[in-house]
């Protein structure tokens, strides 16, 4: 990546409590392209000193303190939201920002086995996250991002265990997907919506419609939903698949050619019109987009290729102004690295170059916010999980103090 001039650099990190991105002392930092760290991530009380000297034998996870994983960030009002769960007993928690530098902690609740996934920002600025708690889909609603409140939702039954994968706000009230099914085996799809974020309804089960599927992602596109999911049992998908919907309870699957032997994990209304998924092939060899004009004919393009060398997918993208950026990762052995793209049109994509800000660190979600964008993760995996928040700064913003 590009380096910044010695002055600029530390002024920066000392004024922002940061460390910093590199970049060329010629040019200034690219959005999407250059990352920075922030260091101010208020960490969960899950210390050793808390637990009795046998507990590391047992949960090796927490070696050291304050771990967790954020697993969604989304920007509300001006002010930065995320959410994730923390070990060892995995807890939800929320982290909030008026700044994008400093991030402090909100402990959901304490149920073990409680994995928030998805969020979202509906109007009046209401926040809704979704996720499971053990077997069952629940949602949470909050107005401030610090203070949320759990909400049980129905299912259909059938099924040993039920989650919430996705969430859309809606003209209205939300929209959620997800799946049916074992842990590690099939899934079938399933959908549910709600006025409020509280109050909820499961769609009625489409045996066809919703078969071997889990939904990835959810986006409102005109008068019309749309969404994407993976097909095939959980430990070994198949492919990918979409559907579409004028009321979001009768859907109309979509098994296009371009979703074959891929994997679509999320997916946006593209600034420059239509949409846009991101992903990667069936062996996450290949970070791969797709584009539609209307959610019922897709086609995909290559934005990063590294063959049998190593892994390399996309696991979120988001729209800056009129330019899109994505996240994801490469892996070459156990350990991992954030990797990023951009695009002005969904086609064409530019990769962030490695770097030692980006090694061990996984990213989960992007989002507009601070200066530029905002994308949160974990460092450390598969063994530990540090909480990371990772910041681009718009044109010049980086030399700011």
């Known amino acids: 990546m590009r380096r910044l001039a010695v002055v600029a650099l530390f002024a920066w990190a000392i004024g922002c409590q940061a460390i910093p991105p590199t970049a060329s002392p010629s040019k200034p930092p690219v959005l999407g ?7 101010g991530i208020e960490r969960p009380p899950n210390f050793e000193g808390t637990l009795p000297p046998s507990f590391n034998s047992v949960h090796p996870i927490l070696r050291f303190p304050g771990q967790a994983i954020l697993s969604d960030v989304t920007d509300t009002d001006g002010k930065l939201v995320a959410i994730g ?22 402990q959901i609740d304490t149920t073990a086995f409680t994995f928030p996934v998805a969020l979202t920002s509906g109007s009046p600025g209401g926040l809704v996250a979704v996720g499971r708690r053990m077997y069952d889909p629940v949602a949470w609603t909050s107005s401030d991002g610090a203070s949320w409140a759990l909400h049980t939702v129905p299912v259909l039954g059938g099924a040993r265990a039920e989650r919430m994968t996705s969430v859309a ?8 997907g997800g799946s049916a099914g074992p842990e590690l085996f099939e899934r079938h799809a399933r959908f ?12 009625a089960d489409d045996a066809t419609a919703f078969a071997d599927a889990e939904v990835t992602a959810i986006t409102t596109f005109g008068n019309t939903f749309v969404a994407v999911g993976v097909l095939g049992p959980a430990q070994h998908h198949t492919g990918g698949v979409a559907w579409t919907s004028s009321d979001g309870k009768t859907w109309t699957r979509i ?3 371009a979703f074959e032997d891929a994997l679509p994990a999320s997916m946006i209304v593209a ?9 990667s092939d069936i062996e996450k060899k290949a970070a791969l987009a797709w584009l539609s004009p209307d ?22 993208v988001a729209a800056i102004g009129d330019r899109v950026i994505a996240v994801g990762t490469s892996q070459a052995t156990q350990r991992a690295s954030a990797t990023s793209w951009i695009s002005a049109d969904g086609m064409a994509w530019e990769q962030a170059h490695t770097a030692p800000i980006l090694e061990q660190v996984e990213l989960y979600a992007v989002s507009q916010g601070g200066p530029g964008a905002v994308s949160v993760g974990a460092f450390g995996g598969p063994d530990s999980a540090i909480p990371t928040v990772l910041l681009t700064p718009g044109s010049g913003d980086l ?3």
């Open 85 to 106: 769960y923390v070990p060892p007993d995995w807890t939800p928690a929320a982290w909030t920002s008026s700044n994008s530098l400093d991030w402090a902690y909100h």
């Open 33 to 39: 392209i250059d990352w920075g760290r922030t260091l």
């Open 255 to 257: 098994d296009d050619p």
């Open 169 to 176: 706000a809606t003209n209205d009230g939300y929209l959620a």
């Open 271 to 279: 600034p420059f019109g239509g949409l846009l998924a991101v992903g």
């Open 192 to 203: 549910w919506t709600s006025r409020d974020g509280v109050t909820w309804e499961p769609v």
């Open 399 to 401: 030399k700011k103090p």
């Open 295 to 316: 959610g019922e004919h897709w086609k995909k393009f290559v934005a990063g290729d590294y063959g049998d060398r190593r892994n390399l997918w996309m696991t979120d």
